[in-house]
C-alpha cells in the first residue's frame, strides 16, 4: 500500500484501541498488539512503535492496564499487557464517548451548502 493511502492515528483513538484490543484478545505484548491493530486496519494504520508503548505507559499508569514479563512467539523475553476491571469500565465509557463523536463528525461531513 503506499504512504498516501496509510492513515495516522487520531489522536486519542489509540488508547481505545488498545483497550479493546487486549479485551478482544486478552495478553499481549506491544508488538503483538500493534500488529493485530495494522492487521484489523488491513494495513491503513501504521503504528509507530514509540506511540504505541507511550499509550501503554500511560494505559499503566491510569491502573486501565497490568503488565506482566512472559515469552514471546519468538520465544524472546517480553511485557504483556491486560486490561484491568477498571480498564474495561473505562473501554465502555471511552466506546460510547467515540460512537458519539464519530456521529458528530459523520453528521457533519453530511451537511449541505447553505447559499
Known sequence: MTEEKRSEVLQGTLD???LKTL???GPQYGFGIARRIEQVSREVLQLNAG???TSLVRLQQ???IAAEWGTSDNN???KFYSITERGKKQLTVET???ERISGVVGRVLKMEGER
Open 16 to 18: 481505545l484501541m488498545i
Open 96 to 98: 460510547e464517548n467515540w
Open 76 to 78: 524472546r523475553k517480553a
Open 62 to 64: 491510569q491502573g486501565w
Open 51 to 53: 506511540a504505541v508503548y
Open 23 to 25: 479485551h478482544a484478545l
